[in-house]
């Protein structure tokens, strides 16, 4: 089961951090990603982290700004948002999948094998 938190209303230029919470299952044997949707368009990739956490990578629309990391003792995934845009305002989601793809198979819309409920975040201009 995994558990999205940390959303909100914040302005243009604000910040933000995302958790999530996984529970049932042994946390570190599972990828992470974090995923969004924003109103009337399709799930978009956010950013990827590997079991151990020294791999990421992220959509070239958040890159420079996000930061994705984990905490396997706490069996928790977060996403550090900073400078966040108007256009970033989305249902935000965590997933989880014990198989390694790179990016370019989630950039063009591959999923994950788990989801949690979104967290909505709302960055007003």
């Known amino acids: 089961q995994l558990q999205a938190s940390g959303g909100g209303l914040v302005q243009a230029g604000g910040s933000l951090r995302l958790s999530c919470a996984a529970s049932?299952?042994?946390?570190?044997?599972?990828?992470m990603g974090w995923f969004r949707q924003a109103p009337g368009k399709e799930r978009e990739f956010v950013a990827h982290i590997t079991t151990g956490g020294l791999s990421t990578y992220y959509s070239d629309s958040v890159k420079g700004r996000f930061t994705i990391s984990r905490d396997n003792d706490k069996n928790t995934v977060y996403l550090q948002m900073n400078s966040l845009k108007p256009e970033d305002t989305a249902v935000y989601f965590c997933a989880a999948d014990r198989r390694y793809y790179s990016s370019d198979y989630y950039v063009n819309g591959g999923g994950m094998t788990y989801w949690g409920k979104g967290t909505l975040v709302t960055v007003s201009s």
């Open positions: 049932g299952r042994t946390f570190s044997n599972y990828h």
